[in-house]
């Protein structure tokens, strides 16, 4: 897994909605039955997977962009179900799309729980569409893919896979050397040895270890391990093995004999974690903290940070209340710079504290809050290059009055957004406590990324966003999900092509 890569960086309900997005718009994709594969081979060189998902895969690789729709259509009225569609495009992806930068084209695999987690939390009239945007999304990521070198992931001799009873210990000392070759063998035997809770152990730590490709690698471990639970562990070994490569990604030397500014927050936080109480697990909620955390994340560097959380946990805080600062901080960092580094704030966030809620081991969970609290600082200092990035603190936010009430108030919020993001954002804080329905808008708001959505930060930012309004405290939920109108659809903008060729496919 060596070829030459492009070192870019990244710096830089339903029923509210009225005629904009009327359940009818949507209405054909009604037309699709819960599909058996057809017959492929595949190379000696390629990487095999199982036989009854690699017809399916092939047919994914093999068909045109312009044809792929129209011929899955004909699949999934053959049979074929979502999770057998959903098993093969995450396969396709890891098996086609190098996953260096971990971004860029990967966002084909980046995005495929995000596009499920929108299918699960949609009505079942839109439950095909996220996915069939995926398939699309593949498809483009593919053809890049084949531009910038054509990797593909290559097969493992079985004769080079370390024992069993050393693939562990193998793996982990390759990921801690940086050691590409030694890890790909390593992990593709522990993904055949071992249990998916000892192996996300591992992987949320080296997901977590470093903060290049601006939180890419925490979020697909996140994921990755979210659809591994949706497909099944028996697809686990290409995946991980992507995901291992990933995680190894790097600019000049080797990261494990350098002081990169990258991989100081973790080497400084793995014995600073050591620091905090026993019991910090019985911590007490306290909103006054959040807002002595959110100060921090403000103006400190992320030791200083980090120093904060310790103390706080120290005093007695709930680490929910901290988690609370982070999610509400990437907000924050939205709204101060809507753009690619917002949007991964709140991604990240959403991964890292996956991360926390996942682990069972609690200097793991320490390690994710910690991390968290440095990458806001991180995030914030690439978005303050040039000393004007503008001070908007999310608690200060102030609700603007809205003209309509009821049902009437949601397509007011969501018909402002492609106008203008701070009234919108100051109308939703209104509309939130007045009473209205979190519940309806977000409903609105994804059905607006389906029919709107133009690539792959529309959905993974939504799902992320609308997700963590869930997982932050009362304190600052309504001003938390009033910053993600910094990057949401609004019902005025161009509707995307898919919809239209998704019922063409279909008709």
Same mark, same amino acid.
């Given at each position: 897994?060596?070829?030459?890569?492009?070192?870019?960086?990244?710096?830089?309900?339903?029923?509210?909605?009225?005629?904009?997005?009327?359940?009818?718009?949507?209405?054909?994709?009604?037309?699709?039955?819960?599909?058996?594969?057809?017959?492929?081979?595949?190379?000696?060189?390629?990487?095999?997977?199982?036989?009854?998902?690699?017809?399916?895969?092939?047919?994914?690789?093999?068909?045109?962009?312009?044809?792929?729709?129209?011929?899955?259509?004909?699949?999934?009225?053959?049979?074929?179900?979502?999770?057998?569609?959903?098993?093969?495009?995450?396969?396709?992806?890891?098996?086609?799309?190098?996953?260096?930068?971990?971004?860029?084209?990967?966002?084909?695999?980046?995005?495929?729980?995000?596009?499920?987690?929108?299918?699960?939390?949609?009505?079942?009239?839109?439950?095909?569409?996220?996915?069939?945007?995926?398939?699309?999304?593949?498809?483009?990521?593919?053809?890049?893919?084949?531009?910038?070198?054509?990797?593909?992931?290559?097969?493992?001799?079985?004769?080079?896979?370390?024992?069993?009873?050393?693939?562990?210990?193998?793996?982990?000392?390759?990921?801690?050397?940086?050691?590409?070759? %030694?890890?790909?063998? *390593?992990?593709?035997?522990? +993904?055949?040895? /071992? =249990? @998916?809770? !000892?192996?996300?152990?591992?992987?949320?730590?080296?997901?977590?270890?470093?903060?290049?490709?601006?939180?890419?690698?925490?979020?697909?471990?996140?994921?990755?391990?979210?659809?591994?639970?949706?497909?099944?562990?028996?697809?686990?070994?290409?995946?991980?093995?992507?995901?291992?490569?990933?995680?190894?990604?790097?600019?000049?030397?080797?990261?494990?004999?350098?002081?990169?500014?990258?991989?100081?927050?973790?080497?400084?936080?793995?014995?600073?974690?050591?620091?905090?109480?026993?019991?910090?697990?019985?911590?007490?909620?306290?909103?006054?903290?959040?807002?002595?955390?959110?100060?921090?994340?403000?103006?400190?560097?992320?030791?200083?940070?980090?120093?904060?959380?310790?103390?706080?946990?120290?005093? %007695?805080?709930?680490? *929910?209340?901290?988690?609370? +600062?982070?999610? /509400? =901080? @990437?907000? !924050?960092?939205?709204?101060?710079?809507?753009?690619?580094?917002?949007?991964?704030?709140?991604?990240?966030?959403?991964?890292?504290?996956?991360?926390?809620?996942?682990?069972?081991?609690?200097?793991?969970?320490?390690?994710?809050?910690?991390?968290?609290?440095?990458?806001?600082?991180?995030?914030?200092?690439?978005?303050?290059?040039?000393?004007?990035?503008?001070?908007?603190?999310?608690?200060?936010?102030?609700?603007?009055?809205?003209?309509?009430?009821?049902?009437?108030?949601?397509?007011?919020?969501?018909?402002?957004?492609?106008?203008?993001?701070?009234?919108?954002?100051?109308?939703?804080?209104?509309?939130?406590?007045?009473?209205?329905?979190?519940?309806?808008?977000?409903?609105?708001?994804?059905?607006?990324?389906?029919?709107?959505?133009?690539?792959?930060?529309?959905?993974?930012?939504?799902? @992320?966003?609308?997700?963590?309004?869930?997982?932050?405290?009362?304190?600052?939920?309504?001003?938390?999900?009033?910053?993600?109108?910094?990057?949401?659809?609004?019902?005025?903008?161009?509707?995307?092509?898919?919809?239209?060729?998704?019922?063409?496919?279909?008709?």
């Amino acid at each position: 897994m060596s070829t030459a890569s492009n070192r870019r960086r990244f710096l830089g309900a339903a029923t509210t909605l009225g005629a904009t997005t009327a359940l009818g718009e949507l209405g054909f994709l009604q037309a699709l039955q819960p599909v058996s594969a057809q017959e492929a081979r595949v190379g000696p060189d390629h990487v095999r997977l199982r036989p009854e998902i690699e017809p399916l895969v092939r047919l994914l690789e093999e068909t045109a962009r312009e044809q792929l729709l129209e011929r899955v259509a004909d699949r999934i009225r053959g049979g074929v179900s979502y999770q057998e569609l959903l098993t093969a495009l995450m396969l396709a992806g890891v098996r086609n799309i190098q996953p260096r930068p971990v971004g860029f084209k990967f966002h084909a695999v980046l995005v495929v729980h995000s596009a499920h987690q929108a299918a699960l939390a949609s009505p079942d009239s839109d439950r095909w569409l996220p996915l069939f945007w995926a398939l699309d999304q593949f498809k483009a990521s593919h053809a890049q893919n084949a531009k910038e070198g054509n990797w593909s992931m290559p097969a493992l001799s079985d004769s080079a896979l370390p024992s069993g009873t050393l693939a562990r210990e193998r793996f982990v000392t390759a990921m801690d050397r940086w050691d590409e070759v %030694g890890a790909d063998t *390593a992990v593709a035997r522990l +993904a055949r040895v /071992a =249990g @998916a809770d !000892e192996v996300w152990e591992l992987f949320r730590r080296y997901g977590a270890r470093d903060f290049r490709d601006i939180g890419h690698k925490a979020i697909y471990v996140a994921n990755a391990s979210r659809t591994l639970q949706v497909i099944g562990w028996q697809h686990a070994e290409p995946v991980l093995r992507s995901l291992a490569y990933a995680l190894l990604e790097h600019d000049r030397g080797n990261p494990a004999d350098a002081d990169e500014p990258a991989d100081r927050p973790w080497r400084q936080n793995q014995p600073r974690v050591k620091q905090v109480r026993a019991d910090w697990r019985a911590g007490r909620p306290d909103s006054d903290a959040t807002r002595e955390l959110l100060a921090a994340l403000r103006t400190g560097n992320f030791a200083e940070a980090d120093e904060q959380v310790i103390a706080l946990l120290n005093r %007695g805080v709930a680490a *929910a209340s901290l988690w609370d +600062a982070v999610m /509400a =901080g @990437a907000g !924050e960092l939205l709204m101060r710079q809507p753009g690619i580094v917002g949007i991964h704030c709140v991604t990240s966030a959403n991964a890292l504290h996956h991360a926390f809620q996942s682990s069972g081991s609690d200097e793991t969970r320490l390690l994710m809050l910690l991390q968290a609290a440095a990458f806001m600082t991180m995030f914030r200092d690439a978005m303050n290059r040039d000393g004007k990035l503008p001070q908007k603190p999310v608690d200060a936010l102030q609700p603007a009055a809205l003209a309509a009430t009821g049902p009437e108030a949601l397509n007011e919020i969501l018909a402002t957004i492609h106008r203008d993001r701070t009234q919108a954002a100051q109308k939703t804080l209104a509309y939130l406590q007045g009473g209205g329905s979190a519940e309806a808008l977000m409903a609105g708001a994804r059905r607006l990324i389906f029919l709107k959505g133009t690539n792959s930060h529309d959905y993974k930012f939504s799902s @992320a966003a609308l997700e963590d309004f869930h997982h932050v405290g009362p304190d600052f939920r309504n001003a938390y999900l009033a910053t993600a109108m910094f990057n949401l659809r609004g019902s005025g903008e161009k509707d995307n092509p898919l919809t239209a060729r998704t019922r063409a496919a279909l008709g």
